[in-house]
């Protein structure tokens, strides 16, 4: 699946900024701040420094952001979405929760996979920062979508309620229980002392069967401390639903060098092209890392029905006539191999699988570390969807 920006968003973003994303005015007023988040984003020492201050209260860095990292990141929510959804309705109303939500991009990234899939369920969403200029953005944003008619959001099926909270006061300030409380790029902003108890406070947020969201860069560093806070949460009661297929201690953090991210195909849109261009990034591809969790113990797997999955932790590489990967299932990460001359109608799906897809894998030769997929072992793919009201998946 390729991911590509949904043709309003291009509207709702003229209509929140004042120019157009494909225009001169929005390469040459933001570039330079683009470069300067960039460095804060992926620099050590810069990132402490963005724990203490909310750089979107500058003006220019906010327009900055919107131009170019909410136009990716907001499809970053696809795929733990489409998990998330797997097998069934979305609540309805969905009541949504988004933790350092900025300038709106958990709701624009929500509302585009829900037109995605033609789902409309009423949404109440509750966006909380310590960023007031953010807010008034977001509620910008709100506002648009209600407005402009070829949107997801029309009158009357979408509520918006934005709170200016310090995130540490958090969840003293909210008595409400939200299906998804979402946490996009927030936790690596929180000082590392403070995460795990801070985490451990969203619980009384959830309603019974809600889900707590965190999505990071997909950088070493941010990726490795999600997993540490995954397996801090998982050690504490709460259920890992996805991406991982076990509960055990993550075995990307048995050495300093590994880490885990998903990483999607997209269209990149020229104007984001030309931002790269001239600014020496590339983002040919959406990284991230996600972990989806809950504390009513269900899991993709029960919620899919399936056992043996394997989730690709890898690029797939070849090497001597072999196709090799690492995947992690129920047992941990491993090496998966496919001899060329093993190639078989039952396992040929093998071929085709990328970075975090999902597979059933059957069937297979098991040593200590590695699996064999022989001529007679079974591949398929699973892509997992959500139901719609009519049945269908």
């Given at each position: 699946?390729?991911?590509?920006?949904?043709?309003?968003?291009?509207?709702i973003?003229?209509?929140v900024?004042?120019?157009?994303?494909d225009?001169?005015?929005?390469?040459?007023?933001?570039?330079?701040?683009?470069?300067?988040?960039r460095s804060?984003?992926?620099?050590?020492?810069?990132?402490?420094?963005?724990?203490?201050?909310?750089?979107?209260?500058?003006?220019?860095?906010l327009?900055?952001y919107f131009?170019?990292f909410?136009?990716?990141?907001l499809?970053?929510?696809?795929?733990?979405?489409?998990?998330?959804?797997?097998?069934?309705?979305?609540?309805?109303?969905?009541?949504?929760?988004?933790?350092?939500c900025?300038?709106?991009?958990?709701?624009?990234?929500t509302?585009?996979?829900?037109?995605?899939?033609?789902?409309?369920?009423?949404?109440?969403?509750?966006?909380?920062?310590?960023?007031?200029?953010?807010?008034?953005?977001?509620?910008?944003?709100?506002?648009?979508?209600?407005?402009?008619?070829?949107?997801?959001?029309?009158?009357?099926s979408?509520?918006?309620?934005?709170?200016?909270?310090?995130?540490?006061?958090?969840?003293?300030?909210?008595?409400?229980?939200?299906?998804?409380?979402?946490?996009?790029?927030?936790?690596?902003?929180?000082?590392?002392?403070?995460?795990?108890?801070f985490?451990?406070?969203?619980?009384?947020?959830?309603?019974?069967?809600?889900?707590?969201?965190?999505?990071?860069p997909?950088?070493r560093?941010?990726?490795?401390?999600?997993?540490?806070?995954?397996?801090?949460?998982?050690?504490?009661?709460?259920?890992?639903?996805?991406?991982?297929?076990?509960?055990?201690?993550?075995?990307?953090l048995?050495?300093?060098r590994?880490?885990?991210?998903?990483e999607?195909?997209?269209?990149?849109?020229?104007?984001?092209?030309?931002?790269?261009?001239?600014?020496?990034?590339?983002?040919?591809?959406?990284?991230?890392?996600?972990?989806?969790?809950n504390?009513?113990?269900?899991?993709?797997?029960s919620?899919?029905?399936?056992?043996?999955?394997?989730?690709?932790?890898?690029?797939?590489?070849?090497?001597?006539?072999?196709l090799?990967?690492?995947?992690?299932?129920?047992?941990?990460?491993?090496?998966?191999?496919?001899?060329r001359?093993?190639?078989?109608?039952?396992?040929?799906?093998?071929?085709?699988?990328?970075?975090?897809?999902?597979?059933?894998?059957?069937?297979?030769?098991?040593?200590?570390?590695?699996?064999?997929?022989l001529?007679?072992?079974?591949?398929?793919?699973i892509?997992?969807?959500?139901?719609?009201?009519?049945?269908?998946?």
């Amino acid at each position: 699946m390729t991911l590509e920006l949904p043709s309003w968003y291009y509207d709702i973003a003229k209509t929140v900024l004042g120019f157009r994303l494909d225009s001169r005015e929005a390469r040459l007023s933001t570039m330079e701040k683009i470069n300067q988040l960039r460095s804060m984003f992926f620099d050590e020492n810069a990132a402490l420094a963005r724990t203490c201050k909310p750089y979107l209260d500058d003006e220019a860095f906010l327009r900055a952001y919107f131009v170019y990292f909410t136009s990716a990141n907001l499809l970053k929510l696809h795929r733990p979405l489409q998990e998330w959804a797997a097998n069934a309705a979305p609540p309805n109303p969905l009541r949504i929760c988004d933790i350092g939500c900025g300038p709106g991009t958990g709701l624009l990234g929500t509302l585009s996979w829900l037109r995605s899939h033609g789902i409309s369920v009423p949404l109440d969403y509750t966006g909380v920062d310590r960023s007031g200029a953010a807010l008034r953005l977001a509620r910008k944003t709100a506002d648009a979508l209600i407005r402009i008619a070829d949107t997801p959001a029309g009158p009357g099926s979408m509520s918006c309620d934005f709170r200016y909270v310090d995130i540490h006061d958090l969840p003293d300030r909210l008595q409400d229980s939200f299906d998804l409380i979402l946490m996009m790029n927030t936790l690596n902003e929180l000082p590392l002392e403070k995460r795990h108890a801070f985490l451990d406070r969203m619980s009384p947020l959830l309603s019974p069967r809600g889900f707590l969201l965190l999505v990071e860069p997909a950088h070493r560093i941010a990726s490795r401390q999600l997993l540490e806070a995954r397996d801090r949460l998982a050690d504490a009661g709460w259920t890992v639903y996805s991406p991982c297929f076990f509960q055990n201690h993550c075995p990307a953090l048995d050495r300093e060098r590994d880490w885990c991210h998903a990483e999607d195909a997209w269209e990149r849109p020229a104007f984001l092209r030309l931002i790269d261009h001239h600014t020496g990034s590339v983002k040919l591809t959406l990284k991230y890392s996600y972990v989806l969790l809950n504390r009513h113990g269900e899991t993709l797997a029960s919620r899919l029905g399936l056992m043996n999955l394997e989730r690709v932790v890898s690029t797939p590489f070849h090497e001597k006539g072999r196709l090799r990967l690492f995947a992690c299932g129920t047992r941990g990460r491993r090496l998966m191999e496919l001899n060329r001359r093993d190639l078989s109608p039952s396992n040929k799906p093998f071929k085709k699988l990328r970075r975090y897809d999902i597979a059933v894998v059957e069937g297979t030769a098991e040593k200590i570390s590695l699996r064999k997929v022989l001529k007679d072992s079974r591949v398929e793919r699973i892509e997992p969807g959500p139901v719609h009201t009519d049945g269908e998946v």
